[in-house]
């Protein structure tokens, strides 16, 4: 019980941190850098549900990402479409990449699905730049407007402005980690989590595995096609290169950093994946090295992430007072 209180304390005192943040941010790129974390935070959650609950690593979060991107980009940019119907339509789109992919890949398993799906990516990656007609290949599409304003309770909420798009990438983060809770405490969170112990017995049982497992791969598209629009259209500059699989393996840090198969964890590996190579410019010249060291200890040290490190930190100082 103690844990779990610790556990939705420090997501509450997150809240209001990030609620607030614009109003304590005084330099406009931190604010930035905030809206590129929310964003990486909804990738992060939906990695989470294939890697975290159901223990198979994708190496297609950015694939998807860029697809949902490019979906919404193309759909406003030639279509006409407003912003609004555009982005409702990305993850829509990635997820119906993602049944048409996901059913022969999920006949795999462990090291196979791994490089089945990062062979999507590339293969995504590779439409991306190639077909530049409609995607303008390298040199990319320009002038992707923002969401189109409204009016809450006579007030104009106008998104050319960091702050009022902060606000929304916070909503969709928020959204994408209740959607993530409400499976992990429903009965397919439950199958998921079995999956990952023992999938064979999960078999065994008479459960149709591949279906839930399924469920998990497409959800988890869906939220990478949601962040790829919420980032095309803040950027306003679409071009193939941050969906690559380099960004995807920068989703699996993600999780493994803040704590697989937790909710909070991929919140918090989202932020340092962001936040980290900012802190490292200082030393440029050695900045990779230094980053790609500290990955490698955190993982080793800390294989189950930081939030579980916190969480029990916090029971035992809470214990030592209580002991007092």
């Known amino acids: 019980m103690s844990t779990a209180k610790a556990t939705y304390g420090w997501a509450l005192l997150s809240l209001m941190a990030l609620v607030l943040a614009p109003a304590?941010?005084?330099v406009p790129y931190f604010l930035h850098l905030g809206i590129l974390a929310l964003i990486w935070m909804i990738v992060a959650q939906?990695?989470?549900?294939?890697?975290?609950?159901t223990g198979y690593v994708s190496i297609a979060a950015a694939g998807f990402m860029g697809v949902g991107a490019y979906a919404s980009t193309l759909l406003t940019?030639?279509?006409?479409?407003?912003?609004?119907?555009?982005?409702?339509?990305a993850p829509l789109v990635a997820g119906l990449l993602a049944v048409v992919v996901g059913y022969p890949s999920l006949r795999v398993k462990g090291h196979y699905f791994a490089i089945?799906?990062?062979a999507y990516n590339l293969v995504i990656f590779i439409v991306l730049i190639n077909f530049s007609s409609l995607t303008g290949g390298e040199s990319g599409i320009t002038g992707i407007p923002k969401p189109e304003n409204f009016s809450v309770l006579g007030l104009i909420v106008n998104f050319e402005t960091r702050t009022a798009y902060y606000y929304?990438?916070?909503i969709f983060a928020v959204l994408a980690t209740t959607v993530c809770g409400l499976v992990l405490h429903s009965r397919v969170g439950r199958v998921l989590l079995a999956i990952r112990q023992n999938e064979p017995l999960v078999d065994a049982a008479g459960v149709f595995a591949w279906r839930y497992k399924m469920f998990a791969f497409v959800l988890s598209a869906a939220l990478c096609g949601v962040a790829g629009a919420l980032y095309a259209h803040f950027?306003?500059?679409?071009?193939?290169?941050?969906?690559?699989?380099?960004?995807s393996l920068n989703a699996i840090l993600a999780v493994i950093l803040g704590g697989s198969g937790t909710l909070a964890g991929p919140a918090v590996g989202a932020f340092l994946v962001v936040a980290l190579p900012e802190v490292l410019r200082v030393a440029e010249t050695y900045r990779l090295i230094v980053y790609g060291l500290l990955l490698v200890l955190t993982t080793i040290f800390m294989p189950r992430g930081i939030i579980p490190l916190l969480t029990h930190a916090w029971v035992w100082l809470t214990s030592l007072f209580k002991r007092r």
Do not use: H, R, Y
């Open 77 to 89: 940019a030639k279509l006409g479409w407003p912003v609004w119907t555009s982005m409702a339509c």
């Open 168 to 170: 929304l990438t916070l």
């Open 116 to 118: 089945v799906t990062m």
């Open 24 to 26: 304590m941010v005084q």
């Open 46 to 53: 939906g990695q989470n549900l294939v890697q975290g609950f």
């Open 235 to 247: 950027i306003g500059f679409l071009n193939p290169e941050p969906f690559g699989v380099d960004q």
